[in-house]
C-alpha cells in the first residue's frame, strides 16, 4: 500500500528535465514526488498512482499534460535500453484512461511534444495518432 503522507522526491535531474515543455497551449511537466503521482492518478481517475515504485526504480517517468494548471493528461516516458534517457513513450492516458487520441487537442499537443524532444513512439502504442505518414 502506498501511505499518502509519503512525499519521495522522485525527480532524476537532467533526463527528466528535457521532457519539461509547453506546447500548443499545454504544459508538460515530469511529476516529482510520489505524492504528485498519486495526486495526478486521483484527478484523472486512472491507475498512473501505482506507477509510484517504477518511478522511484528509474525504470519509467511519468508526464503531467496542464490545461490552466488542471491536469487533462499523463504519459509514461520509458528509458532507452543503451543509455539512461528517456525518449520512449509507453501509454498516453486522458480523464478515465482514454487513450488521448479521443481528444483532438491533446493529441495534436502530444505528437508535437513527441516530435521536438524526438521520442520514439512504438508502433503497438496506439493511445496517440499521428497524422498520416506521421508515425514515429
Request: glycine share 8%; net charge positive; with cysteine.
Amino acid at each position: 500500500a502506498i501511505e499518502l503522507g509519503s512525499v519521495d522526491r522522485i525527480c532524476r535531474g537532467s533526463t527528466h528535465a528535457t521532457l519539461a515543455d509547453s506546447v500548443e497551449g499545454l504544459t508538460f511537466n515530469v511529476i516529482k514526488s510520489t505524492h504528485g503521482i498519486i495526486r495526478l492518478g486521483v484527478q484523472l481517475n486512472n491507475c498512473v498512482g501505482t506507477y509510484v515504485d517504477r518511478v522511484k526504480a528509474g525504470t519509467c517517468a511519468i508526464v503531467g499534460v496542464y490545461k490552466s494548471d488542471k491536469p487533462v493528461a499523463c504519459i509514461e516516458v520509458n528509458p532507452n535500453k543503451d543509455t539512461e534517457n528517456f525518449v520512449e513513450i509507453h501509454q498516453a492516458k486522458l480523464k478515465n484512461n482514454r487513450c488521448v487520441s479521443d481528444n483532438h487537442d491533446v493529441n495534436y499537443a502530444v505528437c508535437q511534444w513527441v516530435k521536438k524532444h524526438k521520442l520514439q513512439v512504438p508502433r503497438f502504442i496506439r493511445d496517440i495518432q499521428f497524422a498520416k505518414g506521421g508515425a514515429m
